[in-house]
C-alpha cells in the first residue's frame, strides 16, 4: 500500500535547487561551445540536455523504493563497479592516451564514476553491521582499506589520478565519520608522509609537471601553467558583475582551455561576475548542508554514513575543481560536479542525490 507520507516528505526545495544547477549549466555549456558550431562544440549543450533527462528520470527512480535494500545489494554492486573497471583495462576506449571508457554502441560511460556510488555503499555497509566498535583502530580497518585500494589502483592505472584520489578522500571521509582512535589517525598521517615521495616517484611525467606548476606556475606559462594561467585571466576579469552572456573573451577567443569540462567554472566566473559565482557556489552548499542535515535526522546507522557519504561526493568535487581552476589546488582533471560537460558523472551524481532524497523521505520509517 502507498505511504501517503512519502509524498508529503518529498523535498521540492532541494528539486528547485538542481533545476537551478541544470539551468545554469546548459546556458554556460551553450556559451562556452558558442564559437566551434562548425566543429560540432553546439552538440555539447543539446546532449547535456539528453544526460540530465537521464539523470533526472535516475533522480526519481531511486526513491521509488526502501533504501533499506541497497544494504543488501551494497557489496554485489560494488564488486560488479569493480568487474567493469577490470573490463575498462582490458576492452576500454582509448582517448588522450587514457583509456576510462566502456561503450555500448553509441554511448560510452566511464564505471569510474559509478564506483565512488558503489564504494560509499560499501563502506556504509561495513561500518553499519559493526555495532561493536566505539573507536576503530588501524587492525579493524583492513577491510574498508581493502575496498578503497581496490577501486583507487585500477583507476590509477587507466591512468585517471584525479578520481584515483577523489575514491581516497571519500573513503576517508567515510572512514573518519566513523569514529577513528586518535593513535591510528596520527599512523595514517604519518603513514602518507612516508609514502609521498615513493608515490612521486611513480607518476606520469606531465602529472609531476601539474604539481610543479602549482608550486610555481611561473615556471612554465605557455607550457604547463598555461591552463591555470589563462583560468585566472578569465575568473578575475568577470569583476563583480563579469562581462555579461555569451561576452567572455577568453571563451570567445579559445584561450581558455577545456572550458566545457574541467574549467567551466572560469567560463561562468567571466561572463557573470563575482556574483553569479557565489549564486553558484552557493547552490552547492545548499545541497552539502541539506545531505549533512538528512544525516544527522537519518532513523539508522546505514542511512546516516550513506548520506554522508554522497554529501562527500558532491563537496570534494565542488572543493577540488573551484581550489583546482583559481589556482589554489594543482590541475587533476576533477570536472564541477553537476555543472561540467559529462554523461557518466551526471547521471551517477543524480542517482546519489535521488538516494539521499530516499533516506529523507524515509526518515519516519524503521527497519
Not at 95 to 119: A, D, H, N, Y
Not at 173 to 195: E, G, N, T
Request: charged share 15%; net charge positive.
Amino acid at each position: 500500500m502507498f505511504d501517503r507520507r512519502l509524498v508529503q516528505n518529498f523535498d521540492w526545495f532541494i528539486l528547485i535547487i538542481l533545476l537551478c544547477i541544470a539551468g545554469a549549466s546548459i546556458v554556460n555549456l551553450y556559451s562556452a561551445t558558442f564559437p566551434i558550431k562548425e566543429h560540432g562544440g553546439s552538440h555539447v549543450f543539446i546532449r547535456q540536455i539528453y544526460w540530465y533527462g537521464l539523470g533526472f528520470a535516475a533522480f526519481f527512480l531511486m526513491t521509488t523504493f526502501n533504501y533499506f535494500r541497497l544494504e543488501r545489494l551494497a557489496y554485489p554492486a560494488y564488486f560488479f563497479s569493480i568487474a567493469l573497471l577490470v573490463l575498462v583495462l582490458v576492452i576500454g576506449k582509448i582517448s588522450s592516451g587514457s583509456q576510462r571508457w566502456l561503450s555500448l554502441g553509441p554511448i560510452s560511460f566511464q564505471p569510474s564514476e559509478l564506483v565512488k556510488i558503489t564504494l560509499v555503499l560499501a563502506l556504509s555497509r561495513f561500518f553499519s553491521e559493526k555495532k561493536e566498535f566505539k573507536e576503530y583502530k588501524l587492525r579493524d580497518l583492513w577491510i574498508p582499506f581493502a575496498l578503497v585500494v581496490g577501486p583507487f589502483v585500477l583507476v590509477v592505472k587507466e591512468p585517471d589520478l584525479g578520481t584515483a584520489l577523489l575514491l581516497v578522500l571519500l573513503g576517508a571521509s567515510v572512514i573518519f565519520l566513523a569514529k577513528i582512535h586518535w593513535r591510528s589517525i596520527l599512523i595514517l598521517v604519518l603513514s602518507v608522509m612516508i609514502v609521498a615521495p615513493f608515490v612521486w616517484l611513480h607518476l606520469k611525467p606531465y602529472q609531476q609537471r601539474r604539481i610543479l606548476t602549482f608550486l610555481r606556475p611561473d615556471m612554465d606559462p605557455l607550457g604547463a601553467g598555461y591552463h591555470i594561467n589563462q583560468s585566472k585571466i578569465a575568473i578575475g576579469s568577470g569583476l563583480l558583475r563579469g562581462k555579461g552572456f555569451l561576452q567572455g573573451t577568453q571563451t570567445r577567443l579559445h584561450f581558455l582551455p577545456e572550458q566545457h569540462t574541467d574549467f567551466a567554472f572560469s567560463v561562468w566566473a567571466e561572463e557573470w561576475g563575482f556574483i553569479g559565482s557565489i549564486f553558484l557556489l552557493g547552490l552547492y552548499l545548499l545541497i552539502i548542508l541539506w545531505g549533512i542535515y538528512i544525516a544527522k535526522n537519518s532513523k539508522d546507522k546505514f542511512g546516516a554514513m550513506l548520506a554522508m557519504g554522497i554529501t562527500a561526493i558532491i563537496f570534494w568535487q565542488v572543493i577540488i575543481n573551484v581550489g583546482m581552476v583559481t589556482g589554489l589546488l594543482p590541475v587533476v582533471g576533477i570536472p564541477l560536479v553537476l555543472f561540467s560537460y559529462g554523461g557518466s558523472s551526471l547521471v551517477s551524481t543524480m542517482a546519489g542525490l535521488g538516494i539521499l532524497m530516499n533516506i529523507r523521505m524515509r526518515r519516519f520509517m524503521f527497519q
